[in-house]
DNA sequence: GGCATTCTGGACATTCTTATCCATAATGAC
DNA sequence: GTCATTATGGATAAGAATGTCCAGAATGCC
């Protein structure tokens, strides 16, 4: 997975913006429904996009969302960071929080700074319009198949 | 950071024993102490560690932790993945829990099968032995400097 | 102005992660 | 066997991420 939920519901959402931009804005709830996510919550993630800039809101009967930039001028890292925060840079593998010191270099630091560039240039380097060919639709889940999550952590009984 | 905060905990503890293999086991709480962490905490992920195999632990006195295994043929997939669960083996960007289809295919795609590639190969090719150089000890921090988490978040008050 | 529509913002509920506390079981030394 | 020592397991709490609910504000149309 990597990105965190809300991350990831921004990039479809606004995926799908890009891949269907006509003259009218889209409403929410439509958004939502293609996305396959709550509409509540999915208003929270698209206020903040139109906060940071990378949607247009506008409310009222033909209102709805719209990028508020042509798709290829906004990088995936706009879309991701404000709800990545800190994870969407990341720095020293051992030491989070502090930047890798080039000093303390071992076989895994080169390893590890290879894996931040393929991550950070990924999110810098491609932009909406890239991913416009995506099919943003959530396919239908099994019905009631709740993603099956915690199986294997800290605090499982067994193994 | 990418990683959560007990994947980091494991690495870092895992990877001093491997440094400072010697004779005797090493204590619980010295472990604590070097990594930085709150030892009632590292406690749990230790364990965990060792019902995993990764660790050989025993208790009484001259009890403590030490590798079950030679450095070299820990991989650090192996530490990091019980604390990651899903996270550590990511999917398709866009459809999280889905495998990434092929016929999807968009400049995204190629580029976002990379990233993962370098992340699965780094976790699954590098060994203990590869992290042994590593210091591991905390930073002293500035005294009551709570690491300023959760400023830009989707519940932040303004921008 | 009045009204339906749509986004906005705040409070709230739920779940997961992180962290703490304490009793208990295992181990070795005596 | 007794004792100090050390890991183990369970219950619990604090915090963040996720998801829900609802009143309110802006907008366009009549």
């Known amino acids: 997975m990597i990105l965190s939920a809300s991350a990831t519901h921004a990039l479809r959402a606004v995926a799908w913006l890009a891949a269907h931009e006509r003259g ?3 409403l929410g709830r439509d958004l939502a429904r293609t996305v396959g996510v709550p509409a ?7 206020g903040t996009l ?10 009222g009967v033909r209102g709805g969302y719209r990028l508020a930039r042509p798709a290829r001028e906004i990088r995936l890292m706009e879309v991701v960071e404000p709800f990545e925060g800190k994870r ?13 010191r080039e000093d303390a270099a071992c076989p895994a630091h080169r390893a590890w700074s ?25 396919a239908k889940r099994p019905r009631g198949s709740r993603t099956h999550r915690g199986s294997s952590r800290t605090a499982r009984t067994r193994a």
Request: with cysteine; aromatic share 6%.
């Open 40 to 46: 509540p919550y999915l208003a929270k993630v698209l």
């Open 24 to 26: 009218e804005a889209t």
């Open 50 to 59: 139109a906060r940071t800039g990378v949607l247009a809101a506008s409310r």
């Open 88 to 100: 969407a840079r990341p720095g020293c593998l051992m030491r989070p929080g502090e930047p890798c």
């Open 114 to 138: 290879q894996v931040k560039e393929t991550y950070l240039g990924f999110l810098e380097s491609t932009t909406l319009a890239d991913i416009r060919g995506i099919d943003t639709r959530q």
